[in-house]
């Protein structure tokens, strides 16, 4: 993914001394996320700007970036929004009728994928500027030749916390086993509560290892030893674990959420599943036929398309370019 030019940071380079305030709008509520969101965007301020976060805007601020706008009953002037979650999720607080209001009040809105910037506009909200997650190279460095595809059977790795009401595929992975065949697949997973899955894979005759959690440092190596990342959620607004796995040459099997249908070429550098289940698992197993022919052919589609992933130093550039323009839009 390329970004096109924009006047960007004009505002900002007359503006040295800009301060940014992350607004979280509640102090009930803590996200590992958007705290090293933040920790990224202040590690990446260019020279002069002051980044801050606060519960309640701190009103000495030039821009206010707010994460929860929904729980705001205004935004001030200036205002940029990050659409964190998938606005077709309508679980309570969640709802898009509670963002709307919110969402007209601000000068810009990023949305993560074009899907949110296409519902949002299906609503006339039509400042919008779409900013993927991005891959951190220093973890990730490009690829520099295809994954081998083992000949082992097909490892898939799911890197997510798991949730009860079942908005990460829960419901859609335990529905998949039963038309896998255990003989020839196994699984990864990384994240809180992901151990009941774990244990119901072994249960149904999978070879299944579990992390609670790791350092960010050591995911690279839960990567490289899988073959392909699962993303099997109802809803997303990333993952940021899809352009990890792609950034890093590894293919992507994914419900057609968040990022997914913006990065996911489906039979080239991954899978687009379609939600039912025996024709997912069906062509998840066709992976394996002819020696794994279909299987090398993601890796090689995977590998040609990874350095077009863009790394986070890009991603927060433009963020600080949303920043400029959200300053000139009130001169």
Request: charged letters at 25%.
């Given at each position: 993914m390329t970004f096109p030019p924009r006047a960007g940071l004009i505002g900002v380079r007359r503006r040295s001394d800009f301060h940014v305030n992350h607004v979280l709008s509640t102090s009930l509520l803590t996200s590992s996320v958007f705290a090293a969101l933040i920790a990224r965007a202040a590690a990446a301020a260019p020279p002069g700007a002051?980044?801050?976060?606060?519960?309640?805007?701190?009103?000495?601020?030039?821009?206010?970036h707010y994460h929860r706008p929904n729980l705001e009953w205004r935004l001030r002037p200036r205002s940029v929004v990050t659409v964190h979650h998938d606005l077709r999720d309508e679980r309570g607080w969640l709802q898009l009728k509670y963002f709307l209001s919110r969402y007209r009040e601000a000068s810009i809105i990023h949305c993560l994928n074009q899907t949110q910037a296409l519902l949002l506009a299906e609503h006339g909200i039509v400042r919008t500027c779409v900013i993927p997650h991005g891959v951190d190279r220093r973890h990730f460095p490009s690829p520099t030749r295809p994954r081998q595809w083992t000949g082992s059977g097909l490892r898939l790795g799911i890197v997510s916390r798991r949730y009860d009401r079942e908005v990460k595929g829960e419901g859609l992975f335990r529905a998949l086993l039963p038309h896998l065949d255990p003989a020839r697949v196994s699984f990864t997973f990384v994240g809180g509560g992901r151990g009941q899955d774990a244990e119901l894979a072994r249960?149904?005759?999978?070879?299944?290892?579990?992390?609670?959690?790791?350092?960010y440092a050591l995911m690279p190596q839960i990567y490289a030893a899988i073959d392909a990342l699962l993303i099997p959620s109802r809803f997303e607004g990333g993952p940021a674990s899809l352009p990890e796995a792609l950034g890093s040459g590894l293919p992507?099997?994914?419900?057609?959420?968040?990022?997914?249908?913006?990065?996911?070429?489906?039979?080239?550098?991954?899978?687009?599943l379609s939600g039912r289940t025996r024709a997912d698992a069906a062509r998840i197993m066709s992976l394996l036929d002819a020696g794994g022919r279909s299987m090398n052919e993601l890796n090689e589609g995977a590998f040609k398309g990874a350095a077009r992933v863009p790394a986070w130093t890009e991603?927060?550039?433009?963020?600080?370019?949303?920043?400029?323009?959200?300053l000139e839009a009130a001169i």
């Open positions: 002051r980044v801050s976060q606060s519960q309640r805007p701190d009103p000495r601020a030039d821009v206010w249960a149904k005759g999978f070879r299944a290892v579990h992390w609670e959690c790791l350092p992507a099997i994914s419900m057609p959420v968040g990022m997914s249908p913006d990065l996911v070429e489906d039979g080239r550098n991954g899978m687009l991603i927060l550039v433009r963020w600080y370019q949303l920043y400029g323009e959200a």
